[in-house]
T-cell receptor
Framework: AQTVTQSQPEMSVQEAETVTLSCTYD???????LFWYKQPPSRQMILVIR??????QNATENRFSVNFQKAAKSFSLKISDSQLGDAAMYFC????????????FGEGTQLTVNP | DAGVIQSPRHEVTEMGQEVTLRCKPI?????LFWYRQTMMRGLELLIY????????DSGMPEDRFSAKMPNASFSTLKIQPSEPRDSAVYFC?????????????FGDGTRLSIL
């Protein structure tokens, strides 16, 4: 079974600074997908960024980027120029390549942004 | 476009009562997922449907839980009888085909409190 581990229960960053959230996963499959979701206090689950395992290029969405290391099974999220609105719980998630497969979530990292 | 719609947003009831949570997926999406979020267990998949048919209900905790999807635009998750340990936030999510990197879109969740 696949597992996803986020080893940082809490992180904090100063506004306008950069922060990196860690995620590792365990799988025996070669094709899969990885996601970062953000859950603000409103408890919505908002997709931040996605990465296909077959792509070597790291995904980027504006201030959000990932460092995908397939061999190390690592998928970290970098937030640049942090804003107060970035404060939230961040979940790393794994999805098998086959259609209809479930998301397996990590435990989450609570990010605080200090003004 | 309307997102995934869940109702009610909050539910408080006494143990032993029947609870019904409702979900309207995004139009055109053919996969529907029910997740439960608790502090102890994080986000866990309960059941998911493809084209209104339950595919994997291995996450359903026990027989007190049941889910139905009578048509493509509506699903229910029922707990009968409810117990205090069922208190959690229940999310519904939908996706198109569930293939590849198609993300799951989440509703705002139902916060359920069983007294």
């Amino acid at each position: 079974a696949q597992t996803v581990t986020q080893s940082q229960p809490e992180m904090s960053v100063q506004e306008a600074e950069t922060v990196t959230l860690s995620c590792t996963y365990d799988t025996s499959e070669s094709d899969y997908y990885l996601f970062w979701y953000k859950q603000p206090p409103s408890r919505q689950m908002i997709l931040v960024i996605r990465q296909e395992a077959y792509k070597q290029q790291n995904a980027t969405e504006n201030r959000f980027s990932v460092n995908f290391q397939k061999a190390a099974k690592s998928f970290s999220l970098k937030i640049s120029d942090s804003q107060l609105g970035d404060a939230a719980m961040y979940f790393c998630a794994y999805k098998r390549e086959t259609s209809g497969s479930r998301l397996t979530f990590g435990e989450g990292t609570q990010l605080t942004v200090n003004p | 476009d309307a997102g995934v719609i869940q109702s009610p947003r909050h539910e408080v009831t006494e143990m032993g009562q029947e609870v019904t949570l409702r979900c309207k997926p995004i139009s055109g999406h053919d996969y529907l997922f029910w997740y439960r979020q608790t502090m102890m267990r994080g986000l866990e998949l309960l059941i998911y449907f493809n084209n209104n048919v339950p595919i994997d209900d291995s996450g359903m905790p026990e027989d007190r839980f049941s889910a139905k999807m009578p048509n493509a635009s509506f699903s229910t998750l029922k707990i009968q009888p409810s117990e205090p340990r069922d208190s959690a936030v229940y999310f519904c999510a939908s996706s198109f085909r569930g293939l590849g990197n198609q993300p799951q879109h989440f509703g705002d969740g139902t916060r359920l409190s069983i007294l």
